[in-house]
């Protein structure tokens, strides 16, 4: 990962399924990280090592 997050910015992410009454296309994307050609927006982190949101392969 080229732009690994900080600390910091996982703490800020919502968990997981805190965001499930929120329609797809009103999610916030609260990080965007990039490993190689892929783009990966994240809205939610289970604060372990699971993130949910959309990749760009």
Known sequence: ???APTEAQ???IPG???TD???TQDKI??????IGQSHWF????D???TLFGFCVL
Request: glycine share 0%.
């Open 29 to 34: 994307i609260h990080a965007h990280f990039y």
């Open 16 to 18: 997981l399924y805190q």
């Open 42 to 45: 994240i809205a939610e982190y």
């Open 47 to 49: 604060h372990v090592d």
């Open 10 to 12: 996982l703490a800020s």
């Open 21 to 23: 009454h929120i329609s």
């Open 1 to 3: 990962m080229f732009n």
